[in-house]
C-alpha cells in the first residue's frame, strides 16, 4: 500500500468518473469500484460542496483548489491504484473525444493540458508497486 497524491482536478475527474460507472452498471453494489468509491466519499462529497461553493463566489478561490491544491489518499492498494487506471483511462478516451470534435481554441488548449496530465498519472499509477 501507498498514498496516492492528486491535483483536485484529477480526484474531481476521477470521482465524477467511478460515478458514472456505477450508475451505468446499477449502482455496483458489491464491486471492487463500489467499494473504492465509498472509502474515498467523505473527502469527495466534502470537496464537491466547497468547489460548489466557491463557484458561486469566488472564482479565483475556486480555480486555486482545483489547480494548485492536492487531495492525498491513503493507504492505496495495487488492486485499487489498477482501478484508478482503469477509470482515469474511460475520462482519458472521453477528453479524446471532446479534443477531436472541438475548434476552440481555449478548449483544445484546456483539454491537451487535462490529456497530457491524466497520461502521466495513469503511468505513474501504473508503474507503481505494493
Do not use: C
Not at 57 to 68: G, I, P, R, V, Y
Amino acid at each position: 500500500m501507498a498514498d496516492v497524491t492528486l491535483d483536485v482536478w484529477q480526484f474531481v475527474r476521477l470521482m465524477v468518473g467511478m460515478e458514472e460507472t456505477l450508475s451505468s452498471h446499477g449502482g455496483g453494489r458489491g464491486s471492487a469500484l463500489k467499494t473504492l468509491y465509498d472509502k474515498w466519499e467523505d473527502v469527495w462529497v466534502d470537496l464537491d460542496a466547497k468547489l460548489v461553493d466557491l463557484g458561486k463566489s469566488d472564482m479565483d478561490a475556486f480555480a486555486n483548489l482545483m489547480m494548485e491544491q492536492e487531495v492525498v489518499l491513503e493507504d492505496v492498494t495495487a488492486g485499487e491504484r489498477a482501478l484508478m487506471v482503469q477509470e482515469l483511462e474511460k475520462v482519458l478516451r472521453q477528453i479524446k473525444a471532446r479534443l477531436a470534435k472541438t475548434d476552440d481554441p481555449g478548449d483544445v488548449e484546456d483539454l491537451s493540458y487535462e490529456r497530457d496530465e491524466l497520461t502521466l498519472v495513469i503511468r505513474s499509477l501504473s508503474k507503481q508497486k505494493g
